[in-house]
């Protein structure tokens, strides 16, 4: 049985109490709750039931069985897909380790032990093994310090390891992060809670979605100490807690919001409780606040119970919805908030309305929920953000400069491990030996930064013959692919891309959409030879031929939950197959990984991330049941611009959005491309479309305008991007 990380179990820390009776759970109304949930679960998972449930059979103490009945109980989609129990159980005996074996174990209280130290999972990165590797290197950094300090300290001990470093939206794994000494500040944070927990300190990461000032987000770090919870920017140590350059920014904010792990408990200002987590609002501790509320009504004034009203800020040209809180039985939904302009936008099924208000000047909202015609709709809409506040003190001058001097020497000592890294010169040398282009193997290696020593062994190991397609599949993948995978996945599709199917190796689309083991947002994972293998030759030679058998497997064996993988991180395409269980975006990578494991190009469709395969030279679109299919007829839209300072860009300037479920979906194309740079028409599905330009004037006002139109099958539509000017 695979899993991304296999960790053999034996028990050391058993001693520690092992032979204890106590309940790690002594809430007896929250353990039932557990329980319950946990024996959902085991229905569930029940293709992976060995993979994940052996674990029990095994000589447990209550503490441990209680610890991994709650992880069970609430773990996502792709934690019971991609793990095994023993990997739980590993993780679960270090945090049980660090309750014992630090001063302040025994003052944490059960609640936030549950929901912020004995869970690996921080958001939506890869699991790894960091919690077990890294244990004694933390635990003997905080030694006889308090906890306050002791977190400070794990910060120190992070920015040692990584500095920030903007990347794509994959987060890595915390020992991934490690090896690159960089990362974003999604990929900083989670490391950063990850080495707090282990320490049993309980963390989380925070995060505004959005900025009401910038086109940008950011994400940092809450710690709890001594009954309180203090923040900190992650990898960016400061003297005190409750500091960060984002502190100003974040009083600003209309936003700052935590996923808590598991079923809800405490006191904590909870949005939403989706039983298995619950969305965390925040802000409270940073921004003035105010909590609004709408009433959703139909055309006959009668309030909906279960809208879904979305509370949606203007960032990236977008109205991107900070949170979306379902009305209860009078109609009413609620949202504390910043002092800001949001647009409200309430959705039951096709129906829907929106208005635009004025945080400081609303205490109630009535939106009429109806089936709208807004085939030539424009609105200009003036938006302000929060104002700018008198800033806060900071620490004194003699604590500044001492932490300042530990920043240096933590830069020195993350310098000298990226200095061990390999030089060009090297790589050339490596290359000649192994007659491959010096140019393109330097490049890969430089990419690579701290995981070279992978892609050194990939080179040398593979046939002579192969290694034009190992440059080729190199040159391909992202720069973070390089940098966190494994030698046996690059080797699987390298040694497993043999012409199979239609398109053969030479041919253009044979590099990007059959080679490629990069389809979307997810970790790279050993699919191609698994698929090879499984499925029988009969069906493979048939799903050659006709690629919708792919379809009808996966419509047949797989069943959709889409809300049971609320981390939204992708499962792994042999997860979704074992698991026989998936949501719409990993069963769309799955299909793409089998029709590439069998020769057939294929890919995700850019804008829309409609699945598709290449056959009769076209791209055929790919709806699973359940999926609307819209018509086969494509519509096509031109855009063009007269405006040239600023030449608008999309993302930043302006998106397209499609309607689907009462609400209008941004189509993702790439950030900052120049309207003069979609230099094709787009092909697009018939049906109804918002356009959004937005002209920032400065980080308080906002001169945004949203024009809705219709697309007919097979008409070709110029669309004119204007940005409105300050008059």
């Known amino acids: 049985m695979k899993s991304i990380c296999r960790i053999l179990i034996v028990s050391p820390l058993f001693f520690l109490f092992g032979c204890s009776g106590e309940h790690l759970i002594t809430n007896e109304v929250y353990r039932n ?14 293709y992976r039931q060995k993979a994940l449930f052996s674990v029990f059979e095994s000589d447990l103490s209550l503490m441990q069985s209680e ?130 927990r282990v320490a049993g300190i309980p963390a989380r990461q925070v995060s505004t979605p959005r900025w009401a000032h910038s086109d940008d987000n950011h994400a940092w770090v809450e710690f709890w100490a001594d009954g309180a919870w203090y923040y900190m920017g992650a990898c960016e140590p400061e003297a005190v807690p409750d500091r960060g350059w984002f502190t ?49 009504v139909n055309s006959s004034g009668i309030p909906l119970k279960r809208a879904a009203i979305e509370y949606q800020l203007y960032n990236y040209a977008e109205f991107y919805p900070l949170a979306t809180v379902l009305t209860d039985h009078n109609g009413i939904s609620s949202f504390e908030t910043g002092l800001g302009d949001l647009l409200i936008w309430g959705r039951k099924d096709d129906d829907f309305g929106f208005k635009k208000i004025s945080v400081l000047e ?53 310098q000298e491990f990226i200095d061990t890294w390999i030089k060009r010169s090297e790589a050339v040398n490596l290359a000649s030996g192994l007659a491959m282009d010096t140019v393109l193997v330097a490049d890969a290696l430089a990419r690579s930064m701290g995981n070279y020593r992978t892609i050194i062994s990939l080179l040398k190991n593979v046939p002579d013959t192969l290694r034009s397609r190992t440059i080729s599949m190199l040159k391909v993948v992202a720069d973070k692919d390089l940098r966190d995978t494994r030698e046996l996945v690059f080797s699987d599709h390298i040694l497993n891309s043999d012409n199979l199917g239609i398109c053969q190796e030479g041919d253009p689309l044979f590099i990007p959409y059959v080679l490629n083991p990069r389809i979307s947002n997810e970790i790279l994972s050993p699919w191609r030879r698994y698929f090879q293998t499984i499925l029988p030759a009969d069906f493979i030679n048939d799903a050659i031929a006709d690629p919708e058998k792919i379809v009808t497997l996966l419509d047949t064996s797989i069943t959709i ?22 949501d719409v975006k990993s069963i769309t990578i799955c299909f793409v990984a089998i029709c590439r494991s069998l020769g057939i190009a294929s890919r995700l469709e850019p804008g829309s991330n409609v699945p598709q395969y290449w056959i009769n030279d076209n791209w055929h679109d790919v709806y699973f049941t359940g999926q609307d299919k819209p018509s086969t ?28 479920n009462g609400r209008y979906n941004t189509l993702e194309y790439n950030e900052n491309t120049k309207v003069n740079d979609f230099k094709d028409e787009l092909q697009l599905s018939p049906g109804n479309y918002m ?37």
């Open 561 to 582: 939950a889409d809300m049971e993988n609320y981390a939204k991180t992708p499962v792994t395409p042999s997860g979704v197959w074992e698991l026989k269980l998936s």
């Open 633 to 660: 007829h494509k519509g096509y839209i031109r855009f063009t611009s007269k405006d040239k300072n600023p030449v608008p860009e999309y993302y930043i300037h302006f998106t397209l959005a499609r309607f689907e």
């Open 362 to 414: 609303t205490d109630t909202v009535e939106l009429e929920l109806k089936k709208h015609s807004l085939d030539s709709l424009t609105i200009d809409l003036d938006l302000s953000v929060p104002v700018k506040r008198a800033p806060q003190a900071g620490p004194s001058k003699s604590l500044s400069e001492a932490n300042d001097a530990k920043i240096k020497n933590e830069n020195s000592i993350r």
């Open 33 to 46: 709750r557990v329980d319950s949930c946990f024996k959902q679960t085991e229905i569930l998972a029940k």
């Open 691 to 727: 356009l959004v330009t937005g002209n920032r004037l400065n980080d308080s006002k906002i001169l945004a305008n949203i024009s809705f139109f219709k697309l007919a099958g097979e008409e070709h539509k110029t669309i004119a991007i204007k940005l409105r000017r300050d008059q």
């Open 248 to 296: 100003e920014p974040a009083r600003r904010a209309m936003l700052v919001n935590t996923k808590s792990f598991g079923a809800s408990s405490g006191s904590e200002n909870v949005m939403n409780s989706f039983g298995k987590y619950s969305e965390v609002n925040n802000l409270s501790k940073y921004a003035v606040t105010k909590r609004i509320y709408v009433k959703a």
């Open 67 to 196: 610890a991994l009945k709650f992880l069970f109980a609430f773990m996502p989609l792709n934690d019971l897909a991609d793990y095994t129990g023993s990997f739980f159980l590993a993780n679960a005996d270090r945090s049980l380790a660090a309750r014992e074996e630090t001063s302040w174990g025994s003052s944490i209280p059960e609640d936030l032990f549950l929901h912020y130290v004995l869970p690996v999972r921080v958001n939506n990165e890869n699991l790894d093994s960091f919690r077990i590797v890294y244990y004694d290197e933390i635990m003997s950094r905080i030694k006889n310090k308090t906890i306050a300090d002791a977190a400070l300290e794990i910060n120190h001990w992070c920015h040692e390891k990584v500095t920030y470093q903007p990347s794509d939206s994959r987060t890595s794994a915390p020992m991934s992060t490690i090896l690159s000494a960089r990362g974003r500040c999604g990929e900083e944070s989670t490391f950063t809670v990850a080495a707090l």
